[in-house]
């Protein structure tokens, strides 16, 4: 097992326990205990919340004599938790981008960029139902890193994404939020409205869908 030395006093038992499974690329509860300095109760406490979280993976190890043991492991989910500093660069090349390209330029390569995604995918959604196209564009925006969510109503669809890969660049950076809005609208290809946004103090961004065929 890797040790994870430096500031640990500062650091909660949470977070080492990810850095130390991160390190080791799999370790044990004892493990995992020794490195947080806390009981393996509290360990597995942890380790059940990141699990239900998505964050982490157990898998079942068996030895010639005594009970299996698991080991814990990051998922891709988790694994994401780590390269942070890219916010940092991408907020650094958009301000350099925008000290040098008027607005309208930066819409665009806002808007080129949701295009390429929109291109690669379109053959998966071209031409289907509304509902399949809504199918798979919360499958497509959980692939960003959004966990979405769509549901029928009176006057069309809804939906709702319940989290923002790119909150931390949206506060400095409101046109991040075109990325979302503009997948959105190709893939449904059908009028919609956001009622609320993350990065501006929202719970949730939320999208209404006007069903196109409803008075076809």
Known sequence: MVKITGNNHRKST?????ETIKASRQAKVEDLAEAANVSPVTVRHHLNSLQAEGLIESNSVRRKVGRPYYVYSL???GQELFPKRYVRLTTRLLEELKAVMP???????FKGVVQTVVDDHRPY????????????????LEEEGFLARWEKTEDGY??????????????????ICTFDTELIAHVVQAPIR????????????QFSIADATANS
């Open 14 to 18: 949470r977070e080492i326990i990810l």
């Open 75 to 77: 998922s891709e989910q």
């Open 125 to 140: 959604f071209e031409g289907q139902p509304i509902e399949k196209r809504l199918d798979y564009l919360v499958s497509l």
């Open 158 to 175: 809804s939906l709702t994404e319940y989290n923002c890969p790119y909150y931390s660049i949206g506060q400095e950076h409101i046109e």
């Open 194 to 205: 956001q009622h609320s946004c993350m990065v501006q103090g929202a719970d949730c961004c």
């Open 103 to 109: 607005s309208e330029a930066i819409d665009q390569v």
